[in-house]
């Protein structure tokens, strides 16, 4: 049988990035042949053509030991080299997975010798192993991280392999003219700082035990908050994304942004109705569960994401926009923390400017400089945390939260959660720094994240905002829903039409009250707020009714309430609180 007609790109196996072992010839056995024309099944004397030339990597398969397939590598019709892992249960499935995948990618093989391609395939028992990894980041936190699609760090046996999305990342100019013309000069600008900090978080997501972070700038037009965010955008090289996306969109970018740094550019392009529930789903790290073509539930993306945000107004704000009555969760706060851009001198985001330039040109040459230098900063963080798995930085954050938690104590659980983020943004800081990365000095990266935590407390006015909060909340459910949702005394006709009750409208202790059943007052009315929290709060405003003494020294909050079902713990809220004004 002669030789195919078409004509192969020369196939250079020692030129292939990353190969685990040239052993073509030791994998093939009987009746296979891997020629420089490609694989040759023998048979009766007379060979038969089955596919272009590829080289086998190895047997792949995830951290779990599960997922198992075979990776090759081989040059398209264009001379381009193609990596593909191949699923064993592709392979011995009848839907032709497999060979479609093949094919889609630009190995060629004829038409007719697909089901003996994808049995020469399935026999195929290479010693080499590949593991493979879905997302960017950790592979093993302290050890291994795949910095895009780029593996960093400690040496393994055999190669890591990053077979899903990962955020491209830029590399531009040099390390030491970044570190001099990008990170030295933002130092004694606080906002700039923590920017620059929030871009090294990422990576100490899962060494710490963290959830995610988001910080979002607000401020005017030409405030300074692209240029944060491009300074930001440098340290790994990252690009600069925007809020103009759907919230499965945002899912896929997230995951590829896995254990590092997302940018969403200008707030104001997300519709109101969506901001709420995109805040939430970014800050839990996990996407909707949805159904695969078999019925079956497809896995749930999932990620550890550092948000850096800006735009000209706030979360609260925009979820208010086009007519809404959406209120802002203290939860959606404390995973996107809004921090006012303008850092109080006249300049925008600026406080410290070289002399002979105005915040524009200083502005400019921030952004100049970012574009110029960037993408060398992270790859030496991350092998800085490799040293020794992340022990030093985890000892420095330790000393720093019990810092921060000294000097703001007694804040309330919403601004303590958010406290304990800046404190961690001032250990990535300090670490970077530690490290020769930033040029600033010792210090500078917890000084500026104290300023912008005390400026958010202010602005927030710290536990008086979660008071308002939960009136506000609990307010606003019994306006929205009144008779709807609450059995009332001696009126069957009404209470017949009450449909998923609430509770119960009763009179305690002389006073008209709406009471609560416990699980939808935890689960509808005070959802993604501190229940515990909220309840004091109302009960200092003199808002809840409760007969309950304490126990184990924990104050409870409940009224115990006779109904048609038998006694009840109820929250009983005092009708006073439908009155307007502050309370």
């Given amino acids: 049988m002669s030789e195919p007609a078409f ?29 420089s024309t490609g694989l040759w099944l023998q048979k009766d004397d007379k060979p038969e053509f089955l596919c272009k030339p590829f080289e086998v990597i190895g047997q792949s398969r995830t951290n779990s030991g599960d997922g198992w397939g075979l990776m090759i590598e081989f040059y398209d019709g264009d001379g381009r080299q193609k990596t593909l892992n191949i699923s064993r ?66 040496e393994h046996s055999e190669p890591v392999r990053l077979m899903g999305d990962a955020q491209p990342m830029r590399l531009a100019g040099t390390f030491e003219q970044w570190r001099a013309s990008v990170a030295l000069p933002s130092s004694g600008n606080t906002r700039l700082v923590l920017a620059v900090s929030a871009a090294f978080v990422g990576p100490l997501l899962a060494l710490t035990g963290s959830e995610g972070l988001g910080l979002h700038f607000r401020g005017a037009s030409s405030s300074g908050k692209s240029t944060a965010l491009a300074v930001a955008a440098s340290v790994a090289g990252v690009r600069l994304g925007t809020w103009r996306a759907t919230s499965n969109g945002l899912e896929g970018i997230a995951a590829a942004s896995n254990d590092g740094l997302l940018i969403l550019d200008e707030l104001g392009e997300v519709s109101a109705r969506e901001v709420g529930g995109v805040v939430y789903m970014l800050g839990n790290g996990q996407g909707k569960q949805r159904a695969g073509q078999t019925g079956d539930a497809r896995k749930r993306r999932s990620w550890r994401v550092v948000v850096l945000s800006s735009g000209e107004v706030s979360i609260a704000q925009k979820a ?33 400017i070289p002399d002979r330039l105005t915040p524009s040109e200083f502005s400019d040459h921030l952004k100049e400089a970012a574009a110029k230098h960037s993408g060398h900063a992270m790859p030496r963080y991350i092998e800085a945390l490799q040293a020794d798995m992340g022990k030093p930085v985890l000892l420095l954050f330790t000393q720093l939260k019990a810092a921060f938690a000294s000097a703001y104590a007694d804040i309330g659980g919403q601004a303590a959660r958010v406290r304990d983020k800046f404190a961690l943004l001032a250990c990535a800081g300090e670490f970077a720094t530690q490290c020769g990365l930033t040029g600033w000095s010792n210090g500078e990266a917890t ?15 710290g536990a008086s905002h979660e008071a308002s909060l939960a009136i506000e909340t609990v307010r606003g459910f019994i306006q929205s829903h009144g008779a709807s949702r609450f059995h009332v005394p001696n009126d069957d006709e009404a209470n017949s039409r009450v449909i998923n009750r609430a ?20 689960q509808e009315v005070l959802a993604g707020q501190d229940v515990r929290l909220a309840c004091t709060h109302l009960t200092q405003k ?15 909050f409940t009224y115990k309430l006779s109904t048609p079902d038998g006694l009840q713990n109820v ?12 309370i």
């Fill in 447 to 461: 000084r500026s994240a104290k300023a912008c935590f005390e400026a958010w407390f202010n602005q927030r006015k």
């Fill in 542 to 556: 003199g808002l809840l009714i409760t007969d309950a003494p304490e126990a184990n020294g924990r104050k409870r």
């Fill in 503 to 522: 509770g119960w409208v009763r009179e305690v202790k002389g006073e008209k009250c709406y009471c609560f059943a416990s699980v939808p007052w935890k």
């Fill in 7 to 35: 004509q192969l790109e020369p196939f250079d196996c020692e030129g292939l990035d990353g190969v685990a072992n040239d052993q073509n010839g030791d994998v093939w056995g009987d009746p296979y042949e891997m020629r």
């Fill in 571 to 582: 929250y009983a809220v005092r009708a006073s609180i439908l009155l307007d004004g502050e």
């Fill in 89 to 154: 249960a592709d392979l011995i499935s009848e839907r032709g997975e497999a060979m479609a995948a093949l094919a889609s990618q630009g190995l060629k093989f004829p038409p007719g010798a697909t089901k003996k391609l994808k049995a020469a395939l399935a026999s195929l028992d290479p010693d080499a192993r590949v593991r493979i990894v879905e997302t960017a980041g950790w592979v093993e936190p302290g050890k291994a991280y795949m910095l895009g699609d780029r593996p960093i760090g400690a």
């Fill in 320 to 352: 208010q926009e086009d007519g809404l009555k959406a209120k802002t969760r203290a939860g959606q706060e404390v995973r996107l923390i809004d921090i006012e851009a303008d850092a109080g001198v006249g300049f925008g985001v600026f406080e410290n």
